[in-house]
């Protein structure tokens, strides 16, 4: 089979980037009979195995609608491809070759509740793109993926995909080594110094980042322990700590840019507690990865988190502060418990795997080719 693959989001570091770096991995193995056609927006990364049935595509075009409605069904048009994927919501929605497109969630969908008004035209000519490209491409795609049954529903209900061309394949987890033991050098080298919570935050309001920060800073804690904040730009990070500067406890709260897989891994398998306070998902791979490095997690009620976390995770509603605070204190004041959820979420983790949902996706794959 010819598989064709709109990949200009592999070189990202956020979510759906993510996504398809540590799915492709298995895809290519378990397919490597298979040729593989990836339509790349840069050049080609170290990352990718250079094999003879695998062709790389660096095509031009550095708007996203432009990309995906002009350069990529030309390129697919050259390839031929039995079927092409298009795993970030969006793609071309003319196109003769069948498409099969996840759709992780439909946040776009939301406009003005948990998707705020922007002031920004760039952004809101991006959102009504996505909108409406996610929207006709879910209607003549021969199969639509999602990440959790949440999503599934939300899918079915607004953009009115029927069940019988929707599935669901759950993400996966990347299995690094874990460590015994916190290295102490590498937690220095980041600004932390004493216990600490750790959080992964966002400029996007429904990551819920300040609302988290300015809770941590009301605890009793704060000051003997840290909420290490990851993930914020340079802009993002100046304008969080102006925010937080008249706060007596603001030095108890260190801001970290997008940081490496490594220093990923050292931040969850060393904190006190993860803290999720997301208002809409349609996974929460961060809850997955916690819970396998032993984080003890605290996160959001909400949407698609429940179907991960399972009965191994403590929640709090994610709009009330004083929720917020009570799941902070616990955590910081008992061992057990924190044992307790360190252990059960290393076994909740362990039903996941990226291997089983790659073999999913060449399932789904196969049937939808031409």
Not at 46 to 52: A, D, E, N, T, V
Not at 95 to 120: A, C
Not at 334 to 341: A, G, K, N, T
């Amino acid at each position: 089979m010819r598989i064709g693959i709109d990949a200009r989001i592999a070189s990202t570091h956020r979510g759906m980037g993510r996504f398809l770096r540590y799915i492709l991995e298995p895809l290519l193995a378990l397919a490597s009979d298979d040729e593989f056609y990836l339509y790349m927006g840069s050049d080609t990364p170290g990352w990718l195995p250079q094999r003879g049935n695998i062709h790389v595509r660096n095509i031009k075009g550095r708007q996203i609608p432009v990309y995906e409605q002009i350069y990529l069904p030309h390129a697919v048009a050259k390839d031929d491809p039995d079927v092409l994927w298009c795993p970030a919501n969006t793609g071309p929605v003319r196109l003769r070759t069948p498409v099969v497109v996840t759709v992780h969630d439909v946040i776009f969908r939301h406009r003005g509740t948990l998707l705020p008004h922007s002031s920004s035209l760039y952004q809101r000519i991006g959102r009504a793109y996505t909108d409406w490209s996610a929207t006709r491409l879910c209607s003549r795609a021969a199969h639509v993926i999602t990440d959790s049954e949440f999503s599934a529903r939300e899918i079915q209900d607004l953009l009115h995909v029927p069940q019988d061309r929707l599935s669901v394949i759950s993400l996966g987890l990347t299995l690094a080594p874990t460590r015994s033991r916190p290295n102490e050098t590498a937690l220095i080298s980041m600004g932390i110094d004493r216990p600490f919570f750790f959080f992964l935050g966002a400029i996007d309001p429904r990551k819920n980042t300040d609302f988290t920060v300015e809770s941590f800073l009301d605890t009793a804690f704060a000051g003997e322990t840290l909420l290490v904040v990851a993930g914020l730009g340079l802009p993002e990070r100046a304008a969080l700590r102006t925010k937080i500067a008249s706060h007596p406890k603001a030095n108890s709260i260190v801001l970290l840019e997008f940081v490496s897989d490594e220093q990923l891994t050292e931040l969850y398998g060393s904190c006190l507690g993860f803290v999720f306070s997301s208002l809409y998902e349609g996974f929460g791979l961060p809850v997955l990865e916690a819970m396998h490095f032993g984080a003890p997690v605290l996160a959001s009620n909400q949407s698609s988190v429940p179907e991960v976390g399972g009965d191994a995770i403590l929640y709090f509603d994610p709009r009330s502060k004083e929720a917020l605070m009570q799941g902070l204190s616990r955590l910081h004041g008992d061992s057990e418990l924190r044992s307790r959820l360190s252990k059960s979420g290393k076994a909740r983790s362990e039903q996941f795997s990226w291997r089983a949902s790659a073999g999913k996706l060449i399932d789904t794959l196969r049937s939808a080719a031409k």
